[in-house]
């Protein structure tokens, strides 16, 4: 369940989406309140995470057991979260993550690709099923790395499950190792997309995004028609929402930034206001590193070609769309509106998660399971006959 921690809904929402496993531990209950007492601002965030990821570290090195691995890589991927590009920590907390987490997962089954593209490469981790004849597709957004498709892959029903399906896991453009190669994120998700489709040789796929890839996959779905079935995990109709629903202030100048002299003052305006504000600190920072901007009216500016205005009609695919009710990246009311748009989807599936379900934030965190129980059943053999 989603659990409130702390009034800061940025450090609240992550707190939520990396510790659900522990959610009914009490002893770890205890320990997560106390930690996030203690943190107001970034650098209070790492060093509480990376302090417990280094004890975790050493006590999973003593016992030997994965679950512990698992909390540790869980703790460096905290640590590591708020952490800039250039951040001259990274590097060894990411190390440190990567590390602990492949030490708590079961890698045999896992194939692992660097697939060359443009000027770097993507990486990518295949599942396969002996009989399968299906591929699912599955890529993140904003934030994600390789290694959390891989945990809601094998620890959330989804390879278990969808049996007729292999699974390509891949980082992207602006996504991990992916952007450290040299790519920025790109809003024509259909050409990394596309590009893995003629790599492995496949007729068609069907493709599933999260967070911010709920936007990459439809756009995907919208131009690359060999994907005949996507899912919006959850659906998000622009960046611009992220930026501005608790901004209003900041919709008033989106619109006029073709002016120079209003988008330096905008620029200084956004630095000044985020240095005190870390939710939209993180927005800012994190967009420039995955953009490659220098300036957050650089990445402002981007942003606003990541919009499926005027593109809706073109999905030709089933479509799953997954919206909530109390989401802080995406307004209410976008799945509803998206659902009105896609009036060419071969079918529609809407799923709009609220606080009875305990669905009811973003990509449901703190009940994840909701949200791959919704997919998987989109996704089963007896649904898809009778599409």
Not at 140 to 161: N, Q, V
Request: with cysteine; aromatic share 12%; charged share 25%.
């Amino acid at each position: 369940m989603y659990r409130i921690y702390t009034n800061n809904e940025q450090f609240n929402f992550q707190v939520n989406r990396f510790l659900a496993d522990y959610d009914n531990n009490p002893e770890m209950h205890s320990l997560i309140i106390d930690t996030v007492q203690k943190i107001h601002n970034f650098d209070d965030w790492f060093e509480a995470w990376s302090k417990l990821a280094i004890s975790a570290e050493k006590n999973a090195s003593k016992t030997q057991k994965s679950n512990d691995y698992g909390l540790a890589s869980t703790y460096y991927r905290m640590a590591d979260f708020f952490l800039n590009e250039k951040d001259e920590r990274k590097e060894a907390i990411y190390e440190g993550y990567k590390k602990n987490f492949y030490k708590s997962v079961d890698t045999s089954n896992l194939i692992f690709e660097d697939v060359k593209y443009k000027n770097g490469f993507m990486p990518v981790a295949r599942i396969n099923h002996p009989n399968a004849d299906r591929t699912l597709i599955f890529h993140g957004g904003f934030d994600s790395y390789l290694e959390e498709l891989i945990s809601l892959t094998l620890k959330r029903g989804l390879y278990k499950e969808l049996t007729n399906y292999n699974f390509i896991l891949f980082e992207g453009p602006g996504q991990g190792r992916a952007l450290r190669s040299g790519l920025p994120l790109t809003p024509k998700w259909e050409d990394p997309v596309g590009y893995l489709i003629d790599y492995y040789n496949l007729e068609s796929v069907d493709l599933l995004g999260m967070s911010l890839g709920g936007y990459l996959s439809l756009r995907a779905a919208a131009k690359e028609h060999r994907i005949r079935r996507v899912i919006a995990f959850d659906v998000m109709f622009n960046i611009q929402d992220a930026l501005v629903m608790k901004y209003p202030q900041v919709l008033e100048t989106i619109n006029h930034l073709d002016d120079s002299k209003v988008a330096n003052e905008f620029n200084n305006f956004l630095l000044k206001i985020s240095k005190n504000n870390v939710d939209l600190a993180f927005k800012l920072y994190r967009g420039m590193d995955i953009t490659m901007t220098k300036q957050p009216i650089d990445f402002v500016k981007q942003a606003l070609e990541y919009t499926l205005e005027g593109i809706m009609d073109e999905v030709r695919s089933d479509t799953l769309l997954i919206g909530c009710t109390k989401d802080l990246y995406v307004p209410a009311n976008v799945a509803a509106k998206e659902a009105a748009q896609l009036v060419n989807a071969r079918s529609l599936t809407l799923k709009i998660l609220t606080e009875k379900t305990g669905g009811e934030r973003h990509c449901q965190a703190g009940y994840p399971e909701i949200a791959m129980q919704i997919i998987i059943e989109f996704l089963s053999p007896n649904n898809l006959m009778t599409k």
